[in-house]
């Protein structure tokens, strides 16, 4: 090779590369994603995206300095050189966000390796690990698959983004997989049934306005479907309530992101506005016939087991179980969730939030039944 083309290939690596971390940066690795799907699809193997980030970076910079925090970054990339794959294509995709294509892999591998480099995290030496709030730097990983949850870069890339922000949600320091709430539903209701394609419609409106509401209603699903099994609700009834879980906000569309994502308290009229939610999306939904019970279901979501509650004071047993159980599952979620304006609550703060609010705010039988799933699944963590 001559001179000058020893200098472009190497000008060319620097290209591709970023400057602290010497792993890929953002740009390499979106086109190398591309290319790589494009084999992946030619050879009908699998190939998974995973997106990583650190879950308390800002307060190691604020306490530590800058280029302390850099310093962190370079170990890292250096742990996950060693800890990946030869195969395995690592990008820093941005701050303290780092990429990684795995070639040939799928879902369940991804996680297997997902869940080995979030331990690996955990025994990371680094300065000042012991002033961590956790004594250990934590990471938060989302794992997208081709081909079932994209089937291009930019849509493997929004999945496995979303999935990271479901890892964050849940309380960080967690791997997850991409969930979608429709693939239950599209068991159910058959992939071309157009309330499908409606309700899809209806939550794309509802993503774009506020990414929170959207990650929320999944939770409620989620958290509303494990309920209702404990209690033997099935069949119309089961897929009635599900669907005003994934839909119970959705009367939040006229509402200003502003005003929804707003760090002070609501004004009076701000906050009246925010309580026709339960009326404005129950309009909306019983404008369809197959969605009408869920429209109820909505309508009372906001009604509390005293009778203190909105839009019409209902109480005890006249408020829809639906929308009793809605209460409870959505009211869980929003207390173990980071908003802009607060902070999240931890499982057991939650838990005693609930036992003190049945009788009075929640039907005293669903915060029993739902306890006792959540203490199930605690055994397992
Ligand atoms: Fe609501």
Request: hydrophobic share 35%; glycine share 8%.
């Amino acid at each position: 090779m001559t001179e000058s083309k020893v200098m472009e290939e190497e000008l060319k690596g620097m290209a591709q590369r970023d400057s602290l971390t010497r792993l890929y940066n953002h740009s390499y690795l979106k086109q190398r994603l591309g290319a790589e799907l494009e084999k992946a699809r030619n050879n009908n193997s699998s190939l998974s995206f995973m997106l990583l980030d650190f879950d308390n970076f800002k307060y190691y910079n604020d306490t530590f300095g800058h280029p302390a925090g850099d310093e962190l970054l370079k170990v890292f990339g250096r742990m996950l050189e060693a800890k990946l794959r030869q195969n395995d294509i690592i990008g820093r995709y941005g701050g303290d966000e780092f990429g990684i294509i795995l070639t040939d892999t799928d879902e369940e591998k991804a996680l297997e390796i997902g869940e080995r480099i979030r331990k690996a995290t955990l025994e990371l030496a680094f300065p000042n690990k012991e002033y961590m709030p956790v004594k250990a730097l934590t990471i938060s990983v989302g794992i997208a698959s081709f081909p079932k949850d994209g089937s291009d870069a930019a849509e493997l890339i929004r999945t496995a983004d979303e999935a990271l922000y479901n890892a964050k949600r849940n309380r960080k320091n967690k791997v997850k997989l991409y969930f979608s709430a429709f693939k239950g539903l599209e068991k159910e209701l058959g992939s071309e049934s157009s309330i499908l394609a409606t309700v899809r419609t209806l939550i794309s409106i509802i993503n774009a306005k506020d990414r929170y509401t959207y990650g929320h209603s999944e939770k409620v699903m989620e958290y509303s479907e494990m309920i209702a099994g404990k209690m033997g609700i099935k069949g119309q009834d089961l897929l009635d309530l599900k669907l005003a879980a994934l839909l119970h906000d959705i009367g939040k569309i006229d509402i200003d992101p502003e005003v929804l994502n707003k760090k002070d308290p609501l004004t009076r009229e701000e906050w009246e506005l925010m309580k026709e939610h339960p009326e404005r999306g129950a309009r909306l939904l019983m404008e369809c016939k197959i969605l009408k019970q869920a429209g109820v279901i909505t309508l009372y979501h906001h009604e509390r087991y005293d009778g203190k509650g909105y839009p019409h004071g209902l109480a005890g047993e006249d408020i829809p179980l639906g929308s009793r159980i809605i209460a409870v599952a959505d009211s869980f979620d929003a207390m173990t969730t980071k908003r802009s304006y607060k902070k999240a609550k931890d499982m057991n703060e939650a838990i005693l939030e609930l036992k003190k609010g049945a009788g009075e705010q929640f039907d005293p039988k669903i915060v029993e039944i739902f306890i006792q799933i959540l203490d199930f699944y605690a055994d397992f963590n």
